[in-house]
């Protein structure tokens, strides 16, 4: 046995207690994390993510199938689009080929269901449930098979999940158990809530032109994984490593409690068996997945996006409530008809948010103004990417289409009032990978043009360190996106 100590600090979180934990012999970081990096490598080869936690959630979800009964809970995978064609199937091909006994349907049966889940016990273990085309599934219309399945998905959620039912001439009471790993795969806002409060949902969207994955051949995708389920296989053969999961309790960051935690655990506690690497990506992720908001109305909101580029007419800005003045004055009248103010920013901007496209603030003379840019204003994943990603994934191209896509600020040649004086942007929008985030413009709204900037006055005024301000005006010096008239950005002191 190979004992170590738990204590350091996770992201997120308070630091850890000082325990000790005994890990199984013949359980190494290195073969784990070698695994888990190739396996998330491989997903990322055939899918587009939107940022890098999703494919590392999909390999630990995948490692977590080949011991799910060591865990009280079983969270559900949820792979959900605005549109079709969004990549959703394709994660549950490339989920078939690296879990434990995977059964991937699209039209099932609760009996079929739960007969399926009691014969994989015969064989130790339950099957990994991969469910397809789940918007059909859970329309609301029908006979109630859908309400029966979807009672069945909940239940088996929790360890010693189980229905009984009459079988037999002589209808004979027969318990059958229904806890087991379930992914699902569908259009946004046809999933029972009740399962989503269950699961890791997973946000998928349309390819770009330009955006490139290797094509899936489903032969060549069996060999690849074949080393993955063959490493799974061994690893959870030991007794003793199964022992060692079901005993532990791994720290979740601040603020992850009750069924967020219930979700997180089974992750984090196989995370941190490939070492402290590992652990860090699975409670970052968990961050970023119980902070995040879930997608809602997702079909009106591909028609949502389309008003908006006919409202824009080529504009690169427009406040939101210029924005939900155009919507609403539209002829179809569908935007007006939401009540007694018709669309409102508010609403705007939870339509808006399944698409990653949020507000940003601009600086409009004296006035700080909120709205919505073609633009992104974030090179992080997790960041606002702007409407023209959101058109370019969902929508059908204008035949037409030559605005200046570099340019991620206010339109060329604009001239910019900064704390009552004029900043001229340049003609012609430098070449540049330096995108500018709210954060950084937010500083620019708030710096007086001139020959020195005062980087602990600045820093007071936003509430940030100064090595963070010196940062932010790097990133906006580089990018170039502003001049003062004399062609400086800033001057440090």
Request: charged share 25%.
């Amino acid at each position: 046995m190979e004992a170590t100590t738990n204590n350091r600090q996770h992201p997120g979180g308070t630091m850890g207690k000082v325990n000790t934990i005994t890990k199984p012999r013949g359980t190494t970081n290195a073969s784990l994390t070698e695994t888990l990096d190739q396996l998330t490598a491989w997903i990322n080869r055939y899918s587009v993510h939107l940022t890098h936690h999703e494919a590392r959630v999909m390999t630990l979800w995948a490692a977590h199938t080949w011991v799910a009964t060591s865990f009280y809970v079983t969270p559900r995978l949820i792979f959900s689009s605005a549109t079709p064609q969004s990549g959703k199937t394709r994660q549950l091909e490339l989920l078939e080929n690296v879990t434990y006994a995977p059964r991937r349907t699209e039209n099932t049966t609760p009996a079929v269901l739960f007969r399926s889940i009691e014969r994989g016990y015969s064989n130790g273990a339950p099957p990994t449930i991969l469910f397809d085309e789940t918007d059909a599934m859970f329309n609301g219309k029908g006979d109630g098979k859908q309400e029966e399945l979807r009672g069945l998905v909940n239940s088996g959620y929790k360890k010693g999940g189980k229905v009984d039912r009459c079988v037999g001439d002589g209808n004979e009471i027969k318990t059958f158990r229904t806890y087991a790993p379930v992914a699902l795969a569908g259009i946004a806002g046809n999933m029972p809530d009740t399962i989503t409060t269950r699961a890791i949902t997973v946000e998928m969207r349309k390819r770009k032109p330009g955006e490139l994955i290797a094509p899936f051949q489903i032969r060549t995708a069996e060999n690849e994984a074949t080393r993955f389920k063959e490493f799974f296989e061994q690893w959870s053969a030991s007794d003793e490593l199964r022992d060692y999961l079901a005993s532990c309790e791994p720290e979740l960051p601040n603020g992850v409690e009750d069924r967020p935690a219930e979700i997180w655990a089974p992750l984090v506690a196989i995370a941190d068996m490939a070492g402290s690497k590992w652990g860090t990506y699975a409670r970052e992720a968990c961050v970023y997945f119980v902070t995040k908001p879930g997608m809602e109305e997702l079909p009106k909101g591909v028609q949502l996006l389309e008003d908006i580029r006919a409202v824009m007419d080529g504009r690169e800005f427009i406040s939101s409530r210029d924005l939900c003045d155009g919507l609403n004055a539209l002829e179809d009248g569908q935007w007006q008809s939401l009540g007694r103010d018709g669309i409102t920013p508010s609403y705007l901007s939870r339509m808006l948010r399944p698409f990653a496209v949020k507000p940003v603030v601009r600086r409009e003379g004296l006035k700080t103004v909120r709205g919505y840019s073609i633009f992104p204003t974030s090179q992080d994943g997790g960041g606002q990417v702007g409407l023209k990603d959101a058109w370019e994934r969902h929508l059908a191209p204008l035949i037409s289409d030559t605005r200046n896509s570099r340019n991620t600020c206010n339109t060329a040649g604009q001239s910019v009032a900064v704390d009552g004086e004029n900043v001229t942007l340049p003609e012609t929008a430098p070449e540049t990978n330096t995108v500018p985030s709210d954060y950084d413009l937010e500083i620019l709204a708030k710096m007086t043009p001139g020959d020195a900037i005062n980087y602990r006055e600045l820093a007071t005024q936003i509430d940030q360190n100064e090595h963070e301000v010196h940062e932010a005006l790097e990133r906006l010096a580089e990018s170039k996106c502003v001049t003062t008239p004399n062609h400086k950005l800033y001057t440090r002191n």
